[in-house]
């Protein structure tokens, strides 16, 4: 897939230079909002027609807080989800008067209903796409190196952008106070930092994200590297899996 020059010298684009604010763009390569409701549902291991909707939206707006503050650009969809989600709490906390009709509609249905239809339609998706993706557990390289293989008795998962998300949140949480820095201008920019991810995945082939991060961790350099990767995924250069017993999140260089 990649030749010799294709990311030695990275330019996504060419739409920021260096003195702008980096921004991904998530275009269809990443989850939309429903797949973001369904993530936070199976999260909190709950029930789609008993859905706590304070609960729910909540963290909805907490992830979409999150990425903005992560220069992340977020469709329009996400922001219609929200104020549905939140349109449906209002509902839910007006109190309920003694001439309202027994059978009057439970106001999550709104989002119940469409949200059945979704996993239906990603189930399906999901099984059509089954024959085409016999190699899904293998990632080759196109390369004159060795290639290289998921462990065939290792069972992994796609990671998504939820969970991308959520690991990083874990490395932020886990910051001491001294590491707890802000940006400054002499923060390497995002560019930078995907040509270090590819020299490293170049030699290496795969890396987890504890060899990502070796050596001194500093706030910044997790949220430099959160956009980088997530930057990779975007134009295809690398795919991310998670071992599903032990949870490792693994990057493969396609």
Not at 5 to 26: F, G, H, K, N
Not at 35 to 56: C, H, R, S
Not at 106 to 122: G, Q, S
Not at 217 to 233: N, S
């Amino acid at each position: 897939m990649n030749d010799e020059s294709t990311y030695s010298q990275y330019d996504p684009d060419e739409e920021a230079s260096d003195d702008e604010v980096y921004r991904v763009r998530l275009e269809n390569v990443f989850e939309g909002p429903m797949d973001l409701l369904v993530y936070l549902i199976k999260k909190n291991e709950v029930d789609i027609w008993d859905i706590p909707v304070a609960l729910i939206t909540s963290q909805y707006l907490e992830y979409i807080e999150w990425m903005k503050q992560m220069n992340i650009d977020l469709a329009g969809d996400f922001l219609v989800m929200a104020a549905t989600l939140t349109q449906i709490k209002s509902k839910m906390l007006l109190p309920v008067h003694e001439d309202v009709e027994e059978g009057a509609e439970d106001p999550r249905l709104e989002i119940a209903r469409p949200l059945a239809e979704y996993l239906k339609m990603k189930k399906a998706a999901e099984e059509l796409a089954t024959r085409a993706l016999l190699g899904e557990h293998t990632f080759v390289r196109q390369s004159d190196k060795s290639d290289f293989a998921v462990d065939p008795d290792e069972e992994v998962v796609k990671v998504g952008l939820f969970e991308l998300i959520d690991a990083f949140r874990r490395l932020l949480d886990n910051l001491s106070p001294e590491q707890r820095i802000e940006f400054s201008t002499d923060t390497i920019s995002v560019k930078d930092r995907i040509n270090e991810l590819v020299d490293i995945l170049e030699e290496k082939g795969s890396a987890t994200f504890e060899e990502l991060f070796s050596g001194e961790v500093t706030k910044e350099g997790i949220i430099v590297t959160f956009l980088a990767i997530l930057e990779m995924v975007r134009v295809r250069v690398v795919r991310v899996v998670q071992n599903v017993s032990t949870g490792i999140i693994r990057l493969f260089y396609l």
